[in-house]
């Protein structure tokens, strides 16, 4: 039996059972084809092996019933606190010009598949793998993406997933107090479907904001907008979104890393870096560097059991804008202001950049706060001159490090990847004449090599986990 509580908020408490092997085989089962959905589970139940685990509806796993609640009733993926946890109607800010029905997010309703993560045997998908290590495994998804059965089937690989774009602050209140929740909800209620949780991303960030927000003059108007889109936000997904990326990339590049905004040079335009000065926030601009401290209190307020994370790139080894990040948050901590972990993005290449020795020393200097640490945007491109198949092996080689150096520590809790396959990635530009195949499926969905770096190092891992 695995124990996830650690990972979690009390509302979240995620007891797993699990009478998985943990995976000290000497060779790979063969896994399911990840673009075929099928019948079955896994584990003894499915002697026969041809059963698909990563469909939901088939027979029961493991667990022996249809639905893993069934055998664990602390089992997470409600995300409910008890009562259902519905705040259906709560985004819907009175009189803001008729979001519409579709807005209100269903009543949860508890899934019907068998868990994926109670299993026997050798795990199946990657969250199998993840749950012999107790860590949950996520991706980035597209609600407009959610209709095609090749990409939800590759998406129940994973345990954990983060609306793409579909909860910025220019998708949810494009105008100010009229809230659109339909696209959230969609993904919200997929991942209650499939046994997943949930990581809302982003309450605060200078980007993907809509003009009004960008045209905003003085700090009262700031903190109110403020103030009201964590509150509606956070409010309307109470109980079921586990974790709020709630402030985002505050600070800016370079040696002499700071909050953005913070200078009067910094310019008024998300899409334009200028070197040191980067891209403007109005919300330190206008509010002060206090709404980092306000945003995440608002969010304990709105959700007193949604785990509250800082998230920012280029910030996961020990350069200027790391240390940044880590001065902010030992404060935050010291001062006793509501925050439970720190998201490292990793958007990273399979050569160069960041060492796994230092990565290793920024999440143990961040645990060592009491913070979690997760990898929140992971993917690793290989562009470069090598011969490709020597660059597919840099990428496996780099992902089972950098995987290991997050199982290495116990409050290193997540692993989310930026998309599923390459073709879904925004980081899928040319290189070199071909893509730079920065995620674990390739276009077609089939599992590369960079997926087994991964899933290899969670079942080398599971095995050590007692
Ligand atoms: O919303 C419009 C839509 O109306 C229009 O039809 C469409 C046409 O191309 O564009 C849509 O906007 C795009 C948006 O994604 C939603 O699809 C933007 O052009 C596009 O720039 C935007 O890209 C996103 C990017 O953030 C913007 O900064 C990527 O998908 C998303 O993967 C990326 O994610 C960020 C994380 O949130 C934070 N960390 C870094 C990462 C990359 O910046």
């Known amino acids: 039996m695995k124990n996830l509580d650690r990972l979690f908020a009390p509302a979240f408490i995620f007891s797993l059972i699990c009478a998985c ?26 002697p026969d092996g041809t ?9 029961a796993g493991s667990g022996g019933s249809a639905n ?6 602390d089992i997470p993926l409600t995300g409910n606190t008890a009562g259902g946890g519905n705040t259906a109607g709560s985004g819907n800010t009175a009189g803001s010009g008729g979001s519409g029905p579709t807005n209100d997010l269903p009543a949860f309703v508890a899934p019907t598949s068998p868990d994926p993560d109670i299993f026997t045997g050798a795990p199946q998908s990657l969250r199998q793998a993840g749950t012999l290590t107790e860590r949950l495994i996520g991706t980035a998804v597209r609600a ?35 809230f659109t929740f339909a696209n959230g909800n969609r993904i919200v209620q997929f991942a209650e479907a499939n046994h997943m949780l949930v990581k809302g991303h982003t309450l605060v960030w200078h980007s993907q904001i809509p003009a009004w927000v960008r045209a905003m003059t003085t700090r009262d108007e700031a903190l109110t907008a403020m103030e009201r889109h964590i509150t509606e936000v956070v409010g309307h997904y109470k109980g079921r979104v586990h974790a709020w990326d709630v402030v985002n990339e505050a600070f800016t590049d370079g040696n002499n ?10 310019v008024n335009d998300p899409n334009n870096s200028n070197g040191n000065n980067g891209p403007d926030s109005p919300f330190r601009r206008l509010i002060g560097e206090d709404y980092i401290d306000r945003a995440f209190t608002l969010a304990r307020a709105a959700d007193p059991d949604a785990l509250l994370f800082y998230n920012d790139f280029n910030t996961e080894g020990t350069n200027a804008k790391a240390n940044a ?8 901590k010291q001062r006793g202001v509501p925050i439970d972990g720190v998201g490292l993005q990793m958007h990273i290449n399979a050569s160069g950049g960041v060492t796994a020795q230092q990565l290793t020393q920024n999440i143990q200097r961040l645990t060592g706060l009491g913070l979690q640490v ?12 090598a011969d490709i198949a020597e660059r597919r092996q840099q990428q496996k080689t780099r992902l089972a ?16 990847f930026w998309g599923i396959a390459d073709n879904d990635s925004w980081r899928n530009s040319t290189c070199n004449g071909g893509g730079s195949e920065p995620l674990l499926f390739d276009t077609t969905y089939q599992r590369k090599d960079a997926y087994f770096g991964v899933f290899d190092t969670l079942v080398t891992a599971g095995a050590a986990t007692p």
């Open 257 to 266: 890393s700071r909050l953005r905004g913070a200078d009067p040079n910094d």
């Open 374 to 385: 997760v990898f929140s945007e992971l993917d690793v491109t290989l562009c470069g001159n």
């Open 144 to 178: 407009n993406r959610l209709n095609n059965e090749t990409y939800t089937t590759a998406a129940r690989e994973f345990s954990y997933v983060t609306p793409e774009n579909e909860m910025k602050w220019d998708a949810l209140e494009r105008e100010p107090g009229v």
């Open 401 to 416: 490090e950098v995987t290991k150096a997050c199982t290495d520590n116990p409050l290193c809790t997540a692993i989310t």
């Open 68 to 73: 893993g609640e069934g055998v664990n009733p």
């Open 21 to 46: 092997s943990s995976g000290g085989e000497s060779t790979r089962p063969e896994l399911p084809d990840p673009t075929v959905g099928g019948a079955g589970a896994t584990g003894s139940e499915n």
């Open 51 to 59: 059963a698909d685990p990563l469909t939901p509806g088939g027979p």
């Open 325 to 332: 990040v880590f001065n902010m948050v030992q404060s935050m």
